[in-house]
């Protein structure tokens, strides 16, 4: 069964740094793209960041430059590094990956809040 | 880049009308168009890929159409589980995903 969970949200001021994992099961880190969506409070989707075959990674330009994606196939998990985070960071943040759909996202952790307020 | 409009941004029905949602892209796309349904508190459930693939346990009220610029989402026959929020996305911009903004259906 394929899972994604999500955890290290929470409260952060702006200009600090917040660490997310991904922690998933059923597939292989290493051989699927795997992405960070965030919604902001009552707003829609945006899609942050995408990490495919290990290494590769690709970012939204309101993130690029602050935010870093990696991978570790040791514990299967994935992180997203958040740095110099804004107010306008504030959302909740799932990781999301294809499994079987076409360009399309199929999978989905429950996601994890974060707050960027003095 | 691509850009996607959702319309309209809340539609009012009651169970058992047919659903109509509406996904315009701003240029052709160039790969297929995926949508999804989102309840309170919950991650968003993707109901079809490839414009027109229902995902794996995707009840059959739930349709779609389209190509180029503008494609559709119907729900045949609304059931009360339905009323959601409803998002479109495409990935023209390779290997990132763009999403609409969003129609809200609610329950006239």
């Known amino acids: 069964e394929v899972q994604l969970v999500e955890s290290g949200g929470g409260l952060v001021k702006p200009g600090g740094s917040l660490r997310l994992s991904c922690v998933v099961s059923g597939f292989s880190v290493s051989g699927n793209y795997i992405s960070w969506v965030r919604q902001a409070p009552g707003k829609g989707l945006e899609w942050v960041s995408i990490i495919y075959g290990g290494s590769s990674t690709y970012y939204a330009d309101s993130v690029q430059g602050r935010f870093t994606i990696s991978s570790h196939t040791s514990d299967n998990t994935l992180d997203l590094q958040m740095n110099s985070l804004r107010p306008d960071d504030t959302a909740v943040y799932y990781c999301?990956?294809?499994?079987?759909?076409?360009?399309?996202?199929?999978?989905w952790g429950q996601g994890t809040m974060v707050t960027v307020s003095s | 880049e691509v850009v996607l409009t959702q319309s309209p941004a809340t539609l009012s029905l009651s169970p058992g009308e047919r659903a109509t949602l509406s996904c315009r892209a701003s240029q052709r796309v160039t790969s297929n168009l995926a949508w999804y349904q989102q309840k309170p508190g919950q991650p968003p459930r993707l109901l079809i890929y490839?414009?027109?693939i229902r995902a794996a346990g995707i009840p059959s009220r739930f349709s779609g159409s389209g190509s180029g610029t503008d494609f559709t989402l119907t729900i045949s026959s609304l059931e009360p589980e339905d009323f959601a929020v409803y998002y479109c996305q495409q990935r023209s911009n390779w290997p990132s995903y763009t999403f609409g903004q969003g129609t809200k259906l609610e329950i006239k």
């Open positions: 999301a990956t294809q499994i079987e759909a076409n360009d399309a996202l199929d999978a």
């Open positions: 490839d414009s027109s």
